[in-house]
């Protein structure tokens, strides 16, 4: 088999996959779950089903009111999946890394799962323009809802129907941030086809070296492992140890200084993150686990803190407990 047939169906694998699992669990919240069900947790309570649908694109971003801004979404759509998959035809054929066709197969997944929601979902399911996801202020569209009265309501049809989502990350910011305290981490809901868009995203930013520079000299990477180490051991760990001390109490931050530490604490952040993607793009794949590890680790303090401010009603005292009542 030659290498290009071999990426080919590698990478067709990976969007099958995506699409099918992107698929048949939408089709299975549309047939199991009602619009005013409880949450249902998957990891704890931070992580959960929330049944919903959005009108626009990946995260509920939308463009307008009218049929035509939703018809120009679902245009702009399918000449984006053409132009990405044209993209990794030519791609293929230059003899590009696997992973970067990788990486583009999950954006192209991505794009075609939402697309397929907005295309046939209207004819397949039964619509209810009474439910508050069906109602879209401007349409024109009016709707008797009974007791509700009429309510606008959004266009129905071949390429206008609502994309499902599902996922929640149920998670507030610690009270002491400025801007975001208490505000929710990510509030977005979102699906599989939102997530392999963005795992897509993210392998192209993270490995965008091996991916688009030419070779590198034995000396070169050397060198700049050597250095990319040392600021990437700092960037975590002063990151993980600040974002702790400072979001338990253990050091008291004066109002007037809160946003000087929001903003150390953060750059620490993505100096680890960006440090970390160096080291994989030199090391291969296996220092992938390093970028894992510098995403996901500095985040489980903020997990735990929210946890506790929710179960606790108040913030962590200096000596590190949640006060009594």
């Keep these: 088999m030659s290498p290009f047939k071999r990426k080919l169906l590698i990478v067709g694998a990976v969007v099958f996959a995506v699409l099918l699992i992107d698929q048949i669990l939408k089709i299975w919240i549309k047939n199991t779950f009602n619009y005013y069900d409880e949450p249902v947790p998957i990891a704890g309570n931070w992580f959960r089903l929330v049944y919903i649908e959005n009108q626009g694109m990946a995260f509920g971003t939308t463009f307008g009111s009218s049929m035509w801004a939703k018809l120009g979404l679902s245009v702009f759509r399918i000449a984006a999946i053409c132009a990405i998959g044209y993209y990794w035809w030519k791609q293929a054929k230059k003899g590009v890394k696997t992973g970067l066709l990788i990486a583009i197969g999950f954006i192209f997944a991505g794009a075609t799962g939402n697309l397929i929601d907005s295309m046939f979902y209207d004819f397949i399911f039964d619509y209810d323009g009474c439910i508050a996801f069906n109602h879209l202020e401007g ?40 801007w975001v305290g208490s505000e929710e981490v990510f509030p977005a809901i979102w699906n599989i086809a939102d997530g392999s868009i963005t795992v897509g995203v993210v392998m192209i930013i993270l490995r965008q070296r091996a991916f688009f520079a030419g070779n590198v000299t034995s000396e ?51 100096i680890s993150v960006y440090v970390t993607s160096r080291l994989a793009n030199l090391l291969g794949r296996s220092a992938l686990l390093w970028v894992l590890l510098a995403i996901v680790i500095p985040v489980l303090p903020l997990i735990a803190l929210s946890r506790l401010e929710r179960q606790g009603g108040n913030n962590i005292t200096s000596a590190g407990e949640v006060p009594s009542e």
């Excluded at 569209?141 to 071949?158: A, N, S």
């Excluded at 990319?228 to 001390?245: D, E, N, P, Q, S």
């Design 139 to 178: 349409s024109g569209v009016w709707t008797d809802c009974g007791w509700l009265g009429k309510q606008e309501t959004r266009h129905t049809g071949f390429l206008l129907g609502n994309v499902v989502d599902m996922f929640q990350i149920n998670l507030t910011w610690p009270e002491w941030m400025p």
């Design 220 to 270: 070169e990477m050397q060198r700049e492992l050597a250095s990319m180490r040392k600021v990437g051991l700092f960037g975590g760990v002063g990151m993980i140890v600040l974002y702790t001390v400072l979001a338990a109490g253990l050091v008291t931050v004066p109002v007037e200084h809160a946003f000087k530490a929001f903003v150390v604490t953060l750059a620490l952040y993505l």
